[in-house]
């Protein structure tokens, strides 16, 4: 694969997914040293892979935003493809809006997977491995071997900067805290009540790790997730918890995550964004399958029950929510303290 070609990759909008395609956009980057290549994303994922050395981040689509944001992210994507110019665009997500953007932006060869909404619009379309039995790093990894480019790394790494530590530093202040003198949780999931264990389990958990640890419960998660991390400072008896829901960008919340003393999370972008840092984490599966999602770290667990209608990848739980009740706090505590090595 000659060394001075220039890419383009239509990355995840998601944090979470855009965590585990670094692996595979490390590779294209390094391939393409002598060139440039063009990250298309949302401004999270943008904002993400953006580290990666010989990027150039280009926020054109926003998760979620419906037909008319789709057709305005494929004028803004086609048109910057237009400007940059590439031979080779790969696109790392199954969706419509994608495959019309590489086309659209006239790129000579538009690699894909099959079985993608708009695939005929692809030049290449490359196999995809089996859902729900190859982790999607794996995923990811498989579609920029096909075209040739070696990836000899499966697990997210991701080191903070000094604006990173910095951000994380003045929001500890502002509350008092210290590094190491605290545990994160994310009581949220963007994509539903499904992903979710119940605020009051939450709860009790907080409890236990501000009475039996001696830390600080931290609570996090984005905007829309205000609701449910109220919720759980709420169903928290000890006092000795700060919620910080909604007031982080990405510098500032890998600033917080990089001076923790572990976290806990639901199977959302938090999650892979500190295992990717290499903290302890303890990840909680319901809907999903950690075979599919799960953190992938040295010091990450996941807790996943395997009930007989999981994984179902349902929004909201049709069966009275028996697998987000499968998991107890007890369990969790042990977990936690285990990846974290802390004292029960």
Not at 18 to 45: E, K, N, Q, T, Y
Not at 183 to 207: E, N, Q, S, T, V
Not at 302 to 307: D, E, F, L, Q
Request: charged share 20%.
């Amino acid at each position: 694969m000659p060394k001075e070609l220039t890419f383009a990759v239509k990355a995840p909008n998601w944090l979470g997914d855009a965590v585990m395609a670094l692996p595979a956009l490390s590779s294209v980057a390094a391939c393409s040293r002598r060139g440039r290549v063009l990250v298309l994303g949302s401004d999270v994922s943008a904002g993400l892979l953006s580290r990666i050395e010989g990027t150039l981040p280009y926020a054109v689509t926003r998760p979620g935003g419906g037909l008319l944001e789709s057709a305005r992210a494929i004028a803004r994507g086609s048109r910057a493809l237009r400007e940059f110019g590439p031979v080779m665009a790969l696109s790392l997500t199954v969706s419509f809006t994608s495959a019309a953007m590489l086309y659209a932006g006239r790129v000579p060869r538009r690699i894909g997977f099959q079985d993608a909404a708009g695939a005929l619009l692809y030049t290449d379309r490359v196999r995809r491995p089996p859902r729900r039995s190859t982790h999607l790093i794996d995923t990811f990894n498989a579609l920029v071997q096909s075209i040739g480019i070696p990836v000899d790394n499966r697990i997210p790494h991701l080191a903070p900067t000094e604006t990173d530590l910095g951000a994380g530093r003045d929001l500890l202040g502002a509350e008092g805290l210290g590094p190491d003198s605290y545990i994160c949780l994310f009581p949220g999931a963007r994509y539903g009540p499904a992903k979710m264990w119940p605020a009051r389990r939450f709860g009790l958990l907080g409890d236990m790790i501000a009475g039996k640890f001696g830390r600080t419960v931290v609570l996090l998660g984005g905007r829309q997730e205000r609701s449910a991390c109220e919720a759980v400072r709420q169903q928290m008896s000890e006092q000795d918890v700060v919620n910080l829901c909604g007031r982080t960008d990405l510098s500032s919340l890998i600033g917080l995550l990089w001076f923790s003393g572990g976290v806990v999370s639901n199977d959302s972008g938090g999650m892979h964004l500190a295992a990717a840092l290499g903290k302890p984490v303890v990840g909680l599966f319901f809907s999903t399958d950690p075979a599919w999602t799960g953190p992938v770290s040295d010091s990450s667990a996941a807790i996943y029950k395997g009930m007989d209608c999981s994984p179902c990848f349902e929004r909201d739980c049709r069966k009275g929510n028996i697998c987000t009740e499968s998991i107890g706090e007890q369990e969790v505590m042990e977990t936690l303290a285990r990846v974290a090595r802390l004292r029960v």
